[in-house]
């Protein structure tokens, strides 16, 4: 009987120390999480957000404070809504968050792409190479509106602004103009569109397969033409004359000394990365600026009295005038401000993380809620009134595209397209009033697409001979 009472005690001490013990650990352990609302099992919060992802996370935010984190499934993700949360982490973290959001993770191979990026496309000394590309693709955007002015035709602004951003990166990139007779840049543009839309939050890297074999099958294509016409033609630039960034991929793919071997995938995967990153985000800008011209006439007019006092009314506007037109610089940074073609951010955390005495899991996503940011009442009063002049102000600025290699192309086009619309046309939508709804996809576009009535308001500009096509290198096109 002693026996038995002396063994009943040691399994019941044996079980109040492991008890204890699970408990300590079970403090020791939990990390400390940010705030979050109630979660299901497997689930977690996807029943908390819609179609329009940055709007369930603001929806979010306005209960559970700037900085909140949540599930989706089984992918936690922690969500930094207001300028001072997002300045703190990426500043002091940002070792933490290595991935690029489109290349490759940070490697050898990202360093190498992203110089050869600048370099042979995006960097200063080849943007002025290449300013004809863009002169010309302009030239021929506003004939198109000019002639549907004439024949008082609707234009699809939209659709024809990303076929101008579209056809831009094909010149630069390939030195070929995609649109035409063959019609490689509406297949280039509709499978970059099919992409955008089915990218979201829960598949950030997604690659569809069907999309993605379109584009393979297209780019094989335009791989075997470049491989035939440098066989007829002989190396191209050896006498001076542009090589294009595929046309330098290609060459390293075939120089077996090369310091990066790159294959035919690599360059593939490289030229659809720069698509993905370049043209809806470009073209979307301009489509909500141009919405917010129509909407705000006061603001148009300023912008229409800045250029013709600067650039007169018998000429186009040039890329050289943009340093000049300080109220279109604005212009563009306030649209940015309301509509930012990538309004949330992602990064991924390589390791754990302590933020404001929180634990952040290593794996976690971040989200960078870039569209709340630009509309904090704290930062900016009267935040959803599109006023440029916030922005007239020297040193003030918006945006979180440090990163982003593309951004001088980019703003040189979208300030040298949208100068020359509101010097050359005067844009209307029926009923007056242009809806701003916004539409789903990671480039946040809109809901409804902005379709115009062009009206004519510089008449002598636009024949085609008064639009410089001079193409330097025009025999390799
Ligand atoms: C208004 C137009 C544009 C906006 C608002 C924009 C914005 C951004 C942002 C926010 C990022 C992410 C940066 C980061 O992770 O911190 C990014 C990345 C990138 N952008 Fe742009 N971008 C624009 C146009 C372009 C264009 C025209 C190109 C090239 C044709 C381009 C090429 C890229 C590339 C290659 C990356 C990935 C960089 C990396 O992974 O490190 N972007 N852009």
């Not at 509106?145 to 659709?159: N, P, S």
């Not at 280039?188 to 955008?196: C, L, N, Q, S, W």
């Amino acid at each position: 009987m002693e026996d038995l009472r002396s063994w009943a005690t040691a399994v019941l001490l044996g079980f109040f120390s492991l008890f204890i013990m699970k408990l300590f650990a079970y403090h020791q352990i939990k990390p400390i999480l940010p705030p979050s609302p109630m979660a299901f099992p497997l689930l977690g919060h996807l029943h908390l957000i819609g179609s329009n992802v940055h709007q369930s996370l603001h929806k979010l935010s306005t209960g559970l404070g700037p900085l909140f984190h949540i599930r989706l499934g089984s992918v936690p993700l922690l969500v930094a809504s207001d300028a001072a949360t997002a300045r703190e982490l990426l500043r002091d973290h940002e070792h933490s968050f290595p991935d690029s959001f489109l290349f490759a993770p940070y490697s050898d191979y990202w360093w190498f792409m992203k110089k050869l990026c600048l370099s042979e496309l995006l960097g200063g000394r080849r943007l002025v190479q290449l300013q004809w590309v863009r002169q010309d693709e302009i030239g021929r955007f506003l004939e198109m509106l000019r002639q549907k002015a004439e024949r008082r035709e609707e234009v699809d602004v939209g659709a024809e602004l990303t076929r101008l951003t579209n056809n831009v990166i094909c010149g630069m990139t390939m030195g070929r103009r995609c649109s035409g007779t063959d019609g490689e840049a509406e297949q280039v543009r509709r499978i970059v569109k099919e992409t955008m839309e089915k990218l979201d939050l829960q598949h950030l890297k997604a690659r569809y397969e069907n999309v993605h074999r379109r584009f393979d099958s297209l780019m094989e294509r335009i791989l075997e033409e470049e491989v035939l016409r440098t066989k007829e033609s002989g190396k191209i630039g050896a006498d001076g004359a542009v090589r294009y960034l595929l046309r330098v991929l290609l060459d390293i793919a075939e120089d077996e000394g090369a310091k990066m071997r790159l294959t035919r995938d690599n360059i593939k995967g490289f030229i659809h990365d720069l698509f993905m990153a370049g043209t809806d985000t470009t073209s979307v800008t301009m489509e909500w600026a141009l919405a917010e011209l129509i909407n705000n006439p006061a603001v148009l007019q300023n912008a229409r009295r800045e250029i013709d006092s600067v650039v007169g009314v018998s000429r186009l506007v040039e890329e050289s005038d943009i340093p000049n037109l300080p109220f279109l610089q604005a212009i563009v940074k306030e649209t940015l401000r309301l509509h930012p073609a990538i309004p949330i951010l992602p990064r991924q955390s390589n390791a754990p993380l302590k933020f404001r005495g929180y634990d952040i899991p290593a794996g976690t996503w971040i989200a960078i809620h870039v569209w709340e940011i630009g509309r904090d009442p704290i930062h900016w009063e009267n935040p959803l009134e599109f006023r440029p002049e916030r922005f007239s102000a020297k040193g003030r600025s918006f945006g979180v595209d440090r990163r982003c290699p593309g951004i001088s192309l980019a703003l040189q086009l979208i300030h040298t397209t949208l100068a020359n619309v509101i010097h050359c046309f005067d844009l209307s939508v029926e009923g007056g009033v242009v809806d701003m709804t916004e539409g789903h996809g990671v480039s946040l576009p809109k809901a409804h697409p902005l379709v115009c009535i062009p009206k004519v308001r510089l008449t002598p500009l636009l024949s085609r001979s008064a639009i410089s096509t001079s193409n330097p290198d025009e025999a390799s096109c």
